[in-house]
């Protein structure tokens, strides 16, 4: 079956303006996760949904960012009034959410802000 | 709150020589552990994962680690490393609280180089 698929593969944004990412996760995963990879701070955990729950978004490392997940399956990642510091490729996984918890990633988005 | 230490950030090996990458995490409490591999241009695979049981896991491409947890480590090992094993390597811990698992937390990688 299909993988975990993000989109855009590639995002080139001017400082300040707003960007969503889109996160579509593997048919029957409940759990979704949100990551940054960055060359400073290395693989970072950003935000937690599973199922219809309210997400655990303790990593999120400012309000500028936030996340939905609609129907319990579509993630989108938004970024508002973006910051240099803000370029860096997220991840998206989802797992089953069951006692395995193993996550499966998507591809990425690189996101550039200039 | 929760860490994980790889200690090599850089390693270089010729083919055919064994690999021993290093990985220690800091949480107490009841851990799942894992091997993630990121090969040039191609997204984050699981090598390998740690619940319960046996401390020794095998993974894919021949890949193995222990999990000590006396000495909270989960090292990873290959007995005969190949140029195809270049790659980067995230070593990562997820813990569980009264909701359930939370995100991983990942060590800062390995780098590793295999020359022919």
């Known amino acids: 079956g299909a993988g975990v698929s993000q989109s855009p593969s590639n995002k080139v944004t001017e400082k300040g303006k707003d960007v969503e990412l889109r996160c579509d996760p593997i048919s029957g995963h409940t759990a979704l996760y949100w990551y940054r990879q960055s060359l400073g701070q290395g693989l970072e955990f950003l935000i937690y949904?599973?199922?219809?729950?309210?997400?655990?978004k303790s990593g999120l490392p400012s309000d500028r960012f936030s996340a939905e997940r609609t129907g319990g399956s579509v993630s989108t990642l938004t970024i508002q009034r973006t910051q240099q510091e803000d370029s860096a490729v997220y991840l998206c996984a989802s797992s089953t959410g069951t006692t395995s918890y193993e996550q499966y990633f998507g591809p990425g988005t690189r996101l550039t802000v200039t | 709150a929760q860490s994980v230490s790889q200690h090599n950030h850089h390693v270089i090996l010729s083919e055919a020589a064994s690999l021993e990458l290093g990985c220690n995490y800091s949480?107490?409490?009841?851990?799942?552990l894992f091997w993630y591999v990121q090969y040039p241009g191609q997204h984050l695979q699981l090598l390998l994962k740690?619940?319960?049981?046996?401390?020794l896991v095998k993974g894919i491409k021949g890949f193995e680690a222990e999990f000590i947890k006396s000495k909270f480590s989960f090292n990873l090992r290959k007995p005969s490393v190949q140029w195809s094993d270049t790659a980067e390597y995230f070593c990562?811990?997820?813990?569980?609280?009264?909701?359930?698992?939370?995100?991983?937390?990942f060590g800062k990688g390995t780098h590793l180089i295999i020359q022919p």
């Open positions: 949904f599973q199922g219809n729950s309210a997400p655990d």
């Open positions: 990562a811990v997820i813990s569980y609280s009264g909701g359930g698992a939370d995100g991983l937390t």
């Open positions: 740690y619940f319960s049981g046996d401390p």
């Open positions: 949480y107490g409490g009841t851990v799942n």
